[in-house]
């Protein structure tokens, strides 16, 4: 299986600033400008990041693309399926029938739910038209950082 | 990726014959989650050895679950599969449709199917569970209009009589999972539905009262539907083979052509029934899978492993644990040595447009020893079930999101007598959780950090 | 009136066209100047809390916030700027000290801005920095006046026994930061950065974390007046060790750290009970004249076997030069001089602004006096107080000093920007502040990468300019007044500088 790059998270930099969130619902947006996204009239997707804080502890966690992903196992359509690709866990949303198997099975409770829908709404893609996911390049404190299958840092290579 | 496949369309290859003097590897009787992640589990440590299925339907892949969104209309059958029907031709399995496995030779390591025989050096019983039909006055098996919701077949055969007789409404005997999901179908198709369940409550093997009773309001609140609580079917009645109604045990009588029994699923033993396997309700298993016969195994429906909460054997009938029992029943086969912790029961569903994740022990049956911090509000209902400090219970009712990450506290058994007071918080979150553990969980297992 | 109004220095502008409303300012700013408002759904900002810090200008993801200062108060007057009315208002208003933070901001003559340097042109050639070797590695301590060596088969040995040196790649350390005045991150990130540039950094007087244990043998370790954190195991982990007698910003006062900045890692560190104030006083209590010092140093010596330089640090005051050679001739190995400009994390502001001398004049002086007395080897100048530039740091050393420290350019690459509100704790960048929510802003491992960066830039430049003397070695630069000359200087300052006005030739 390939195995996808990972994002490192080091909770301890994490400043709160949440711009994490900002960039990846600009990135999945129609225009991926960010003003556009926010000033203009088009729908703003929701991001793939929970943001958890208390205190002067914060971290932003998201989808980890795991080896044995319990929620591809679980998904009663496989809406949840693994890119043979890239080793990421992607999400088809018009297979999903809003079945909840994945939210009960993720120990870590990243898939965001559309309620109204009855479907998973959103889960972090590693932003699958991007080279590097656009959380990990715009976060001010390297507080989340891109790992390659071994562990070892992949820095963005600057054009 | 195409997104449908066509399960109606005759796919080439998939309907061989029993060959002669078959012999394989690997043999897993039944083909739904627990067999199709026995191969997946198979593959992982054996890239070689041969695979053979057999399944006595003739679809080659589907998910069960699905059924009542066909019922209701939603899913078209194209849209039932869980796998891409390169599934099977890339894990090089032979799958075998419509074949019943009818004698298992454990001496001679074969299976007699309605086919042929097969040989096999290492077997996986995986053949689900069978409705339960129970005494009743009047019952008879060819009645038309009487069904059970448990398979495609059952789904498409309903689809048709509802149909061809257009039928307006009709009465469900079972308020579990079953009978819900099908009672959702049928409302979905404008069909008025009368739900009868013998205990107090919806969901009794799941739910507690306070959760049964917002499924019940919202289920009434169709109107096209009624719930009839502490009542059972005591006659049915016919016109001569056709079903025209049925009386309850308060002596109601209901006039109906639609009768679902949903009265419950047994495990289907009738293949170890004549051997020496050890079984209870199911075929027992141990935690590495394997039956009281080292090369035989168990996965799914029909499996009975140890409940890791209550320490009883149970039967747990719930997809994502057949998914992984039957995972680790093909890793063990193909030489492994793993085990499954963490056997308790789970659900997630989505009844009426109500979403509902439950785990573990729900509804203590004394408080002793038991303690239940609990929170309901509007259309929130959430319930946790403590015993010495760690949970062995949950139920989130409305609001399921990140109720996952409950499931790693009651299978670590994870103290959580520092943050009790936030469990029941709309922000519940990892930074509740002791830095250690969060950082172990978000690391152990292929998941990293 | 009993009420006067507190005045905004800085007025924030925002492009309501570029603003998306993420309220990343209103999460980070520590003085609380943003607002959201969930009804109208608007972000205020209240100009009177901001100190000028920029983080929020920083992080704004559209660039769409913009600091400036707001100079429309008073009656233009140059004398009574709006700066000093205001102080008096607020010390009308508090009957206190008024305290700051950083260097001397006033318009005092900058001697660096009037020294110009030499090229090579004709008699001698420059010399290309990428083709050829050059050498900026420096040595801090005492130097003997001769060796005697003994050449026995082909191979020499020191008869006479040389204190350890400090080996420098180039001629630049990190001044002392107090654990304390700065975040355990800001230290990490010098320290760290020390470490892999092959340079030294100071712990000032704030005791030794032992999270820095690792890069102790790059540390320079000081003993203040109120011996912070000096046991053994400080004395023997360090690579030197400085005796505090004055800093720059504050001359003749101690330092003070306030109670509530005393965490449980401050004090353990410095070995003080939590929650108590940390006074260093002025002097120290067991010196109260030179033979005292002199006592001190040999004490030190002694319980560290003679193996690590030992010296003193001062600031730079009237009498500079006769202190300097008093200092040396008491055994001190190094003898550090801290300017008019050094910074700090809290003084007053009359201190800071009114005392002490520039560094310029003081390394010059210094450096003249004690090679009149024959004593120039016996210790090493290292300049300290407000190095903007690596062209500043070459005019120090071809005036005498043998190394620079620096702190407010090394701050300022940690992302500083000299708001002068240190003293509050609440230093937006993590840098000088306690706060857990504000210190886990500095990554150190940024933090490290760039202070090894601006090293490694004026290290370049470093090269480029004695290149274009025609120098090879920063050995042959120091004191070597020859390359520099005045630019309007008066004949007074042009003596005491020890350098020609710019157009007189050899």
Same mark, same amino acid.
């Given at each position: ?41 088009? #729908? ?44 990421? #866990? ?19 409770? #990243? ?24 959380? #990990? ?23 | ?25 690997? !043999? @897993? ?103 339960? @039909? ?13 069904? +059970?919701?448990?398979? !495609? ?100 009588? @209901? ?14 033993? +009738? ?151 936030? !469990? ?26 | ?131 050829? %070797? ?94 912070? &954190? ?15 007698? &004055?800093?720059?910003?504050?001359? &003749? ?131 300290? &107080? ?49 706060? %857990? ?70």
């Amino acid at each position: 299986m390939v195995k996808p790059r990972r994002i490192l998270i080091k909770e301890e930099y994490c400043i709160g600033c949440r711009l994490c969130e900002v960039y990846c619902i600009t990135q999945h947006s129609p225009s991926k400008d960010i003003i556009r996204t926010y000033k203009g009239s088009e #729908v703003r997707p929701v991001s793939g990041i929970y943001f958890e804080e208390k205190g002067s502890v914060s971290f932003a966690i998201q989808c980890r693309h795991c080896d044995e992903a319990p929620c591809i196992e679980n998904c009663l359509t496989g809406a949840m399926y693994r890119d043979e690709k890239t080793g990421r #866990v992607l999400h088809n949303r018009d297979k999903c029938v809003g079945c909840w198997m994945c939210v009960m099975s993720c120990p870590l409770g #990243v898939i965001k739910i559309d309620y109204e829908k009855k479907k998973v709404v959103s889960k972090c893609d590693l932003c699958i038209d991007r080279e590097f996911p656009a959380c #990990v390049e715009h976060c001010p404190n390297e507080a989340i950082l891109l790992v390659d299958e071994k562990g070892e840092r992949v820095e963005k290579k600057s054009g | 990726m195409r997104q449908y496949f066509l399960l109606t369309k005759k796919v080439k290859g998939w309907r061989k014959k029993v060959a002669e003097n078959m012999v394989t590897e690997y !043999l @897993i009787i039944g083909n739904s989650v627990a067999g199709v992640n026995c191969i997946a589990g198979i593959r992982e440590m054996d890239r070689d050895g041969s695979i053979v299925v057999i399944s006595d339907e003739d679809v080659y892949n589907y998910s069960r679950p699905l059924i009542s969104y066909y019922l209701g209309g939603r899913l078209g059958i194209d849209a039932l599969s869980f796998k891409n029907e390169d599934f099977y031709k890339d894990n090089r399995v032979e799958l075998i449709l419509g074949t019943k496995a009818e004698r298992l030779d454990i001496d001679r390591k074969e299976v007699v199917t309605s086919k042929g025989v097969i040989k096999f050096n290492k077997l996986l019983i995986a053949t689900g569970g069978r409705p339960v @039909i129970p005494a009743i006055d009047g019952y008879a098996e060819d009645i038309e209009g009487i069904f +059970t919701f448990t398979n !495609l077949s059952d789904a498409k055969r309903l689809d048709g009589y509802i149909k061809r007789k257009n039928i307006k409404k009709g009465v469900i005997l079972g308020g579990g999972l079953i009978g819900l999901k099908c009672a959702e179908g049928l409302i979905e198709r404008g069909i008025q539905v009368s739900i009868v369940e013998m205990s107090d409550r919806l969901l009794s093997m799941t739910l507690d009262k306070d959760a049964s009773l917002f499924i019940e309001e919202m289920l009434k609140n169709k109107k096209q539907c009624d719930v009839l609580t502490k009542e059972t079917v005591n006659r049915i009645m016919c016109d001569g083979k056709l079903l025209s109604g049925v009386t309850l045990s308060s002596g109601k009588n @209901i006039h109906t052509e639609l009768l679902i029994i949903a009265a419950g699923v047994r495990p289907d033993i +009738t293949l170890v029934k004549d051997t020496f396997i050890k079984y209870n309700r199911g075929i027992l298993v141990d935690e590495h899978m394997r039956t009281s016969v080292p090369f035989i195994y168990a996965a799914g429906d029909v499996a009975e492993g140890k409940d890791m909460i209550t320490g009883n054997n149970s039967v747990i009938a719930i997809w994502p644990v057949a998914a992984k029992q039957g995972k680790v029943a093909g890793m063990n086969m193909a030489g492994s040595d793993i085990i499954y912790d963490g056997l308790f029961p789970m659900n997630a569903v989505d009844i009426v447009g109500v979403p509902v994740i439950s785990f573990g022990i729900t509804n203590p049956s004394e408080t002793d020893g038991y303690e239940i911090v609990k929170e309901r509000r509007e259309n929130i209902y959430k319930k946790i079930v403590l015993k010495d400090n760690r949970i062995v219970g949950c139920i989130f009712l409305g609001r399921i999101e990140r109720s996952g990450i409950f499931q790693g506290l009651i299978k670590y058994k994870i103290d959580v007598s520092r943050f009790k007071d936030e !469990l029941l918080s709309d922000d519940f979150g990892l930074l509740v959780l002791p830095a250690e553990y969060r950082k172990h969980m978000v690391r152990g297992e292929g998941i990293e950090v | 009136m009993a009420k006067a109004k507190n005045i905004a220095e800085f007025i924030i502008e925002r492009d309501e066209k570029k603003c998306i409303k993420c309220q990343a300012c209103v999460r980070v700013c520590s003085n609380d100047v943003h607002n959201y408002d969930e009804e109208t759904e608007e972000i205020l900002s209240d100009n009177i809390k901001c100190v000028g810090c920029h983080f929020c200008e920083d992080i704004c993801p559209t660039g769409a916030l913009t600091i400036r200062r707001n100079l429309s108060e008073t009656k233009e007057n140059a004398h009574w700027t709006r700066d000093y009315i205001y102080k008096v208002v607020k010390q009308a208003s508090t009957g206190g000290i008024l305290l700051t933070g950083m260097g001397n901001d006033r318009p005092y003559k900058n001697y660096f801005e009037h020294i110009v340097l030499n090229a090579a042109q004709v008699t001698n050639p420059s010399i290309d920095p990428l083709r050829e %070797p050059m050498e900026l590695k420096t040595f801090i301590g005492r130097k003997p006046d001769r060796i005697i060596y003994d050449k026995t088969r082909g191979k020499y040995i020191l008869k006479e026994r040389v204190t350890n040196l400090l080996e420098l790649e180039l001629p630049v350390m990190f001044s002392a930061m107090s654990f304390g005045s700065i975040s355990l991150n800001a230290c990490k990130s010098l320290a760290k950065a020390a470490s892999a540039s092959g340079v030294y950094w100071n712990t000032g007087e704030g005791g030794l974390h032992k999270d820095l244990y690792p890069y102790a043998d790059r540390a320079i370790v000081q003993i203040a007046s109120g011996r912070f &954190g000096v046991n053994v195991e400080y004395l023997e982990k360090a690579a030197a060790v400085e005796i505090k007698i &004055g800093q720059g910003a504050k001359p &003749g006062i101690g330092g003070h750290l306030p109670g509530e900045k005393v965490s449980e890692e401050i004090s353990l560190t410095r070995m003080i009970p939590e929650g108590s104030d940390a006074i260093s006083p002025a002097p120290h209590h067991d010196i109260y004249s030179i033979e005292d010092l002199r006592q001190l140093i040999f004490a030190i010596k002694e319980a560290t076997s003679y193996r690590k330089p030992v010296g003193v640090k001062i600031a730079a005051v009237h009498n500079v030069a006769p202190i300097a050679s008093g200092i040396v001739r008491a055994g001190a190995d190094f003898i550090t001089i801290d300017g008019i400009r050094g910074g700090t994390g809290a003084a007053p502001v009359a201190i800071r602004d009114n005392v002490g001398i520039p560094i310029e004049i003081a390394v010059a002086v210094v450096d003249q006096r004690l090679r009149e007395e024959g004593i120039r080897n016996q210790a090493s100048i290292i300049a300290a &107080g407000g190095f903007r530039t690596s062209a500043d740091i070459v005019k120090a050393i071809a005036l005498g000093a043998d190394a620079v420290y620096i702190g407010t350019a090394a701050l300022i690459a940690l992302g500083c920007h000299v708001c002068q509100k240190c003293y509050t704790g609440k230093c937006n960048w993590g840098i000088a502040t306690q706060d %857990p929510y504000l210190t886990r802003r500095l990554n150190p491992e940024i933090g490290a990468k760039r202070l090894s960066n601006l090293l490694r830039a004026w290290a370049l430049e470093i090269k480029e300019m004695l290149g274009g003397m025609g120098i090879n070695a920063i050995e042959s630069l120091r004191g070597n007044r020859e390359q520099l000359r005045a630019v309007g200087l008066n004949e007074v300052e042009l003596n005491l500088l020890g350098i020609k006005h710019a157009g007189e030739a050899w």
